[in-house]
């Protein structure tokens, strides 16, 4: 799994309140036992921070696991998909969209 260097400016059609957003949740997973948890499951870097190339936020179909979180919490993870938290409390279903043609890395956007 590489790191993801996440530029201070949002990339295409990013607002950058969610963009700082998604800063803090890349970094907050990458310190906490899911990215390892992740990694044992196969999961990739397209699966966790892939986004659609052309509408990286707009297409919510192609949010890798790290953008879709939008300040959520993992509560379970699988080979399928994860549980996540929202800070309300309320429980949401992921589901990893691996092999989803047309998406880049999150921090490649508009390279």
Do not use: H, N
């Not at 509408?55 to 300040?71: C, H, M, N, Q």
Request: net charge positive.
């Amino acid at each position: 799994m590489i790191t993801p260097r996440l530029p201070s400016v949002p990339p295409g059609d990013f607002p950058a309140r969610r963009w700082d957003q998604l800063r803090r949740d890349a970094a907050d997973f990458l310190a906490s036992p899911w990215a390892m948890e992740a990694a044992r499951f196969g999961w990739t870097d397209l699966d966790l921070f892939g986004v659609d190339a052309d509408r990286p936020y707009t297409r919510i179909d192609g949010l890798g696991l790290v953008p879709a979180l939008e300040g959520c919490k993992i509560v379970a993870l699988s080979a399928e998909g994860a549980t996540l938290e929202t800070p309300a409390g309320v429980r949401q279903s992921y589901r990893r969209k691996a092999g989803r043609p047309g998406r880049v890395l999150v921090w490649k956007v508009g390279s």
